[in-house]
């Protein structure tokens, strides 16, 4: 079907033999499925060892269901997606116990709205918040719908008010999953750069206190395609990280402004002898820059943080980690590797279903 395609990430998965649910027994397995913006991936996973058994990457998301004005494209390509998967690996639907449906999926443009629950939030208040429904779109399968969180404000004054307001969805669990894998401890920031940065504060008791969100990816990707800056940047921006170029473009928005380091893009094409890539790299040091400033602006008692983990995909988390490190000795800057970026999402899915089933 159009807009659903198969992709295999460069990690260690493994697809079902067909002899393998009988070795293992049945019900071993496990299906998470992650919904943005624009894009879906349902995950197959060995539930005894939180293995990715395989992927199948949907090109759907909530954008298509505020376009049409209802959501059937949305069912039907996921629904159709989960079909592929469950194929390909020789599985019927009665082999999978359950499904964890997290991101854009629970809110009013996805399949189950659940509201945002209100910050700070623990792991058992996800699991106390989280419905389980089974829908014929996914094969009747129990589905766990996780809800996303929003900043503890009142909504008294929200004009005056409006930069303590934030929401997320999808990467409360990839948080969660971060935190367990890297066994995090005393107060800290997860820094989770995409379309979107978020900035997850977390406290010394573990809890997801409050977000920060920036539109730092989407100004990238609309800066270079809607610009002029598109002659001057190549379209896959970064292809290398340039830690002098990173420092160049980050002081630049630091001493000049933002919009001003963004024209300096043009004139280091006219009147310097640069590549694309270092052009790029001092386009989103001067984006990253931006992008701390509203941490450092929002945030209080940063100086207490122990840690930062920089998450998301390179080169976006490795400009991040460097910059960071750049910034301050008293903090404790881990960049977190592909596959625990990859494994996040996997793990938080599964410390939910777990806590919840028990209940």
């Known amino acids: 079907m159009n807009g659903v395609h198969s992709t295999l990430l460069k990690l260690p998965l493994m697809r079902v033999h067909p002899d393998e649910k009988q070795k293992c027994g049945d019900r071993v397995f496990a299906i998470l499925i992650d919904s943005g913006t624009t894009n879906s991936r349902i995950r197959l996973i ?23 004005g209802h959501n059937d494209e949305l069912k039907s390509h996921l629904h159709t997606g989960l079909g592929y998967l469950l194929k390909r690996n020789h599985l019927e639907a009665s082999d999978i116990e359950y499904i964890v449906a997290s991101g854009m999926i629970t809110s009013n443009l996805g399949l189950y709205e659940i509201p945002h629950i209100l910050a700070p939030v623990a792991v ?18 129990p589905c766990i719908f996780v809800p996303g969180m929003r900043n503890g404000v009142t909504d008294d004054h929200p004009v005056e008010m409006i930069n303590q307001f934030d929401v997320m969805r999808g990467e409360e669990v990839e948080s969660i999953g971060l935190m367990k894998q890297l066994d995090l401890h005393g107060k800290g920031i997860l820094v989770l750069p995409g379309s979107h940065t978020k900035f997850v504060i977390v406290d010394r008791d573990q809890s997801l ?13 609309a800066m270079q395609k809607e610009t002029i800056l ?41 009147f310097a002898d640069l590549t694309d890539n270092e052009r790029a790299n001092y386009f989103v040091g001067s984006v990253i820059y931006d992008d701390i400033q509203a941490l450092l602006g929002s945030v209080e008692g940063i100086g207490d943080v122990e840690w930062i983990v920089v998450g998301g995909t390179n080169p976006l988390r490795q400009s991040f980690a460097y910059l960071l490190n750049q910034m301050s000795t008293k903090w404790s800057v881990i960049e977190a590797d592909d596959l625990q970026v990859e494994y996040s999402l996997v793990i938080g899915a599964q410390e939910i279903a777990k806590k919840m089933f028990k209940n």
């Open 230 to 270: 598109s002659d001057s940047i190549s379209p896959k921006l970064v292809q290398s990280v340039d830690k002098d170029m990173l420092i160049k473009g980050f002081e630049a928005a630091k001493k000049y402004g933002l919009t001003r380091s963004f024209y300096h893009i043009r004139l280091l094409q006219l």
């Open 46 to 68: 060995d539930k005894g060892t939180n293995q990715i058994k395989d992927i199948e990457k949907v090109r759907i998301g909530v954008r298509n269901t505020a376009i049409d």
């Open 209 to 221: 206190s409050s977000c920060l969100s920036t539109l730092g990816g989407e100004t990238l990707m």
């Open 124 to 141: 058992e208040d996800f699991v106390r918040n989280s419905k389980v429904v089974a829908l014929k779109e996914f094969y009747d399968i």
